[in-house]
């Protein structure tokens, strides 16, 4: 049987590794199977089932995909392939705590190399305004804040884009209690990142599953 991999890239907030290893343990159980938790720079079991777990493109994707080919395992699709499910996902779990007058603020790691999921952030149906901003580089979280708050937004649901707990996470929320500080009359509520929203592992389970059915149909995934 062919072993199931979650590729992350690591972190030095210990919260980072345990929350991905809830998902590995999570997707354990439903699958029947064991998935290995791994980071970049571990050892690729040969003919792996391997899934990148990054929202978008650059260069931690490219060192994954050439770990990957290197040692002879099979990549998955990024999950931000499946970037309307994800966006759906965090909807559905925000949607009793955002009211039309809300402005709900999706923030990136970044916009460059993340097209897929700002795509599937515009086509998500919202009761009221949505924007999206970033923790890099173009369209930063506290400078749109700002804007907004000159336009007279004082009501405001911010959704973290990323995929664990770690060190981008905390930089959102001393980027909005910087702001806070300064504009207490602004309210602000974070929602949290991709790992804490309901549904998500039966997702990623979905996905190994959906793989390994193909690959045993086609003969090329025996037991043992």
Known sequence: MREMILLAHGSPDMSHAEALQQLADQCSG??????????????I?????????????????AEARAAIEQAGAFALPLISEHAESLV??????????VTDTTLVVWTLYQQRGFEAMMAAI?????????????LHGERL?????????HLG????????VLLADGRSLK????????????????????G?????????????????????????????CHGG
């Open 30 to 43: 439903r699958l029947g199977q064991r998935v290995h938790l791994q980071f970049l720079g571990d050892e």
């Open 45 to 61: 079991a040969t003919g792996a089932l391997v899934l990148p777990l990054f929202l978008g493109e650059g260069g931690h994707v």
């Open 88 to 97: 759906h996902a965090w909807r559905n779990n925000f949607s009793h705590d």
């Open 122 to 134: 515009t086509s998500v149906q919202h009761l009221g305004d949505q924007k999206i901003a970033a």
């Open 141 to 149: 979280l506290g400078d749109l804040l700002t804007e907004q708050w």
């Open 153 to 160: 937004v004082r009501s405001c649901w911010v959704q973290p």
């Open 171 to 190: 930089q959102l929320h001393a980027i909005v209690a910087a702001f806070q500080s300064q504009h207490p009359e602004m309210v602000i509520k974070v």
């Open 192 to 220: 949290m990142p991709l790992l804490h929203q309901i549904g998500f592992a039966d997702l990623i389970a979905d996905i190994f599953n959906q793989r390994r059915n193909a690959a045993k149909e086609s003969g090329v």
